[in-house]
């Protein structure tokens, strides 16, 4: 180890307690903290000087002087003072060089006021390197050689045992390379409540309740933007002043709550204050003069450009509003909603499907169906079935049966206390997920079957709703074998009637043959011999112009164009996630 990385290692080190020290002062306001911090700032100082880098000394030293100035009384030390010194540590712990002249400069101007501070004081580094250290990329070459060889002997177990090794070697690089821990991107948060309430005259304490829950790296600056805002928003504007909370019989000493946790493969985000909460009538009143007395409040304050207040202040008009939490939740397929009681607080909830790598599931077969069930939801695996009154007795319980197949033989005890009721068991499986959600579908897992498997929500499934798409019948026209067989099983694993035509001549003969009971909806290939898709889609809406045509194929913004010319009613990428065929087959199917 040279001298350079004994320095870095020493600065993260002594970085990090000064972080603790400075919230120990806040906290106790006692002044020997900062004596204990000019030493580390001193020491610091003299190690970058060894090592040249002279970034570091130059701001080191223009710390020690604010704490030379404070002990011999020329200047204080204000709240606003220290949360701002809280929130430039933590990025220049991030740094393996020396800080640059501009560096240090913008660095001081935020210590002392002059400049604004951002939301990338709190961001912690998403940048990664893509490049994996040779040591590992030898180490899986060996894992392959291994399988490879243990096939080559016939020894199936031992070769399986390797690849599942390596299946969980590479599964956390995958983690550690593109997901974050909420608790790491978040935790130097408080010191933005820290500087926020100095700001704001007001008294804050910050509660993190955070999990080990994981987000995307690409995400976690939207997170943060939209964490921060609650916060600022909170602070100024639903918190009160020590002295009318003190008058309202409360603690004067706010409190924000900011806790994570997964419920149903969704992660929950909340932030909560014990503050004024919002003012309903307020808003309808404000509501009435953008035009939108019709919108219920909770809903309206979520409209771009919507506000409460008369003029922009310090801490308003910033140009993000509540309008961007809630596009960041529904981009993520989620939502937000607002919990407030005037007088009480104010509490907002962020959440959207979990994004993960692989998923353990049971594979099971139900009235010909085969789906999974998330391990994480199962409960119990029961094979004697007590069915009485649509429920199932078990250990002195009674469960609600969500699903029923004909030939029963196995029960299904979920952690919502549901039971599902399958014929058959077909095994567990690890597999990739795709989150789409879709009706009682919480998503879909590939590398199970040739064609990827729904993994059912056991707290929306039930009888009905599997048994009404067994009303629909579907024409899949393609001439390849392999689309054909993957797309028609995965169709009838929801239950549709699908018939296979190999081109277009024999597609447009089976519409006319059965026509005016022809098939409910067409799925049309376009690269086809004799008769492409185009031909096809005008021929079949000429027998039937009713008669809804999704596209099925990769096309251009041409023959996207040309498509919709002749009549088709949708397009959907053959590299597109299953879950949009079966929403553009739902749609079209209502209309």
């Known amino acids: 180890m040279d001298f350079v990385e004994i320095f870095l290692q020493e600065l993260r080190e002594k970085g990090q307690q000064s972080i603790d020290l400075i919230k120990s002062y806040l906290e106790s306001k006692d002044h020997t903290i900062i004596s204990d911090l000019y030493r580390m700032f001193h020491t610091i100082k003299g190690s970058a000087s060894l090592v040249g880098f002279n970034g570091y000394k130059t701001l080191m030293h223009k710390l020690e002087e604010y704490f030379k100035k404070y002990s011999t009384g020329e200047i204080d030390l204000s709240d606003d003072f220290w949360a701002r010194l809280l929130l430039i540590i933590p990025p220049i712990l991030e740094k393996s060089t020396d800080l640059s002249e501009n560096e240090v400069q913008n660095l001081i101007n935020i210590v ?257 169906y085969k789906f999974c069930v998330d391990f994480n939801d199962i409960d119990e695996v029961i094979s004697q079935l007590d069915i009485t009154d649509n429920k199932i007795k078990h250990k002195g319980k009674l469960f609600e049966i969500s699903y029923q197949s004909q030939m029963a033989k196995f029960g299904i005890i979920t952690t919502s206390q549901k039971v599902v009721l399958v014929d058959n068991i077909l095994g567990t499986f690890d597999g990739q997920i795709s989150n789409e959600t879709y009706s009682f579908i919480k998503g879909f897992v590939k590398n199970v079957f040739v064609y990827p498997l729904p993994v059912i929500n056991a707290e929306k499934i039930f009888q009905e709703v599997v048994q009404k798409s067994e009303e629909y019948s579907i024409l899949l026209v393609d001439d390849s074998l392999v689309t054909r067989t993957i797309v028609s099983k995965f169709l009838r694993t929801f239950g549709y009637k699908v018939f296979e035509a190999k081109e277009g001549f024999e597609a447009i003969s089976f519409v006319e043959k059965n026509h005016p009971n022809s098939p409910d909806i067409v799925i049309c290939d376009v690269e086809m011999p004799l008769l492409d898709g185009f031909e096809t889609t005008k021929q079949i809406k000429k027998i039937d112009e009713n008669m809804p045509v999704i596209l099925f194929s990769t096309l251009s913004q041409e023959q996207l164009r040309k498509g919709m010319e002749v009549g088709a009613d949708a397009y959907v990428s053959k590299d597109e996630s299953p879950e949009r065929l079966l929403r553009l087959i739902e749609r079209l199917l209502k209309k």
């Not at 593109?178 to 500087?195: E, H, M, P, T």
């Not at 943060?224 to 916060?231: A, E, K, R, S, Y």
């Not at 002043?241 to 909340?270: C, D, F, M, W």
């Open 112 to 368: 002392e006021g002059k400049r604004q501070l951002t939301t990338e004081s709190l961001q912690l580094s998403t940048q990664f390197d893509s490049q994996m250290p040779i040591e590992l990329l030898t180490d899986f070459v060996s894992s392959t050689l291994n399988v490879e060889n243990s096939l080559m002997r016939g020894d199936v177990k031992n070769a399986l045992r390797e690849i599942r090794t390596l299946k969980n070697k590479l599964s956390t690089v995958i983690e550690d390379s593109f997901y974050v821990k909420i608790s790491d991107l978040l935790r130097n948060f408080d010191a933005l409540v820290i500087q926020e309430s100095a700001m704001n005259n007001k008294k804050v304490r910050f509660n993190p309740d955070i999990g080990e829950e994981r987000i995307e790296k690409k995400d976690s600056q939207m997170l943060i933007d939209v964490l921060v805002h609650l916060v600022r928003n909170a602070i100024a504007h639903g918190i009160e002043s020590p002295e009318v909370r003190l008058q309202h019989g409360k603690p004067e000493i706010a409190t924000i709550t900011l806790r994570s946790y997964v419920l149903n493969n969704e992660l929950y985000i909340e932030l909560e204050d014990d503050g004024a909460g919002i003012d309903f009538d307020k808003v309808r009143e404000r509501a009435k003069e953008y035009g939108l007395g019709n919108m219920k409040p909770e809903e309206v304050i979520f409209v771009p450009g919507f506000s409460t207040k008369e003029q922009a202040d310090g801490t308003s008009g910033r140009g993000m509003g509540l309008d961007i939490i809630k596009n960041f939740a529904t981009a993520h397929g989620g939502d937000v909603e607002l919990v407030t009681e005037f007088g009480k607080g104010t509490r907002f909830i962020v959440y959207f499907p979990i994004k993960t790598l692989l998923i353990h599931v049971l594979v099971v077969e139900a009235d010909g």
